[in-house]
């Protein structure tokens, strides 16, 4: 149950590539940013949700970030997720009702091409066929993650929870994992099978693809998160996925933050969530510089 848990936080924001247009030689992280008011601070680490051992420690600009911090904010706290409780929500929005399946939705020769990548990684179409296209789409991520030498268990997320916890830091989070099941689920019907319709159609390039994400991640590229092929020109529902996925979410972790500088605790906090959130429009930093506050890019 843990391991899909840790590849449906995979699937919410690492969907998105990015190019590096750095001049800079790094291959330990990035995407972090400061803002102040008076005496508070607020670190922002944009991360990405897989990784190996080999990431770390991170860069010293980002682990002393961590260090200076007296509450730690990241999009959910995956350690403290009732496995019992989320099953049973995942499980009643993930299934069909009333003996649909998901071969009544693709076409034949679609059909087939998930039956062929079922089997490539040992599992039937019977096991699955229940399920719909949201959860299809995700067990496909599953499949080509194990393809990469990258894990979830490694997120730089989990990384970061887990000193939290041994530090004995506060952790509040921005989300919740109920909030973002029911985004992934509460896509339109037609947009969950377009999506898996080009999951399928592009399963093959899945795995390169997050190694490529993952390697534009630790060269640090800051000023492009919008994905390694042209996704608004092959993917119809775009802007309702963008909109959910990116613009709604962002606008409520930067009015938390927001609502942290007002307050003025004179605590320092430091938040990890989705590097894409920290530059896709609008951003989380956008949002709160348009606020009127001055944001510090520190690395």
Known sequence: MRKILLTLIVMVTVLFGCQSN???????????????????????????????????????????????????????????????ISQTLMMELAMYEDGQTIADDLTEDTYADLEEILQENGMSIEMVQQFRPWFMEMLLMEFALEETEYSAEYAVDQYFLDRAAEDGKEIRELESFEEQLLMLSGFSDELQLEMLENAILNYDDMAEELDEITAHWLSGATEELSGTTDVEETFEGYEEYMEEMNTNRNIGMADTILELLEEDSGETYFVFVGAMHMVEEPSIVSLIEDDGYEVEHIY
């Open 22 to 84: 750095t001049s800079e030689e790094r291959n330990d992280g990035g995407f972090l940013w400061k803002v102040e008011n008076e005496d508070t601070t607020v670190y922002l680490q944009g991360t990405i949700h897989v990784g190996n051992e080999d990431f770390y420690p991170l860069n010293k600009r980002i682990e002393d970030a961590y260090e200076e911090s007296d509450v730690v904010l990241p999009e959910i706290d995956l350690n403290e997720v009732d496995p019992s």
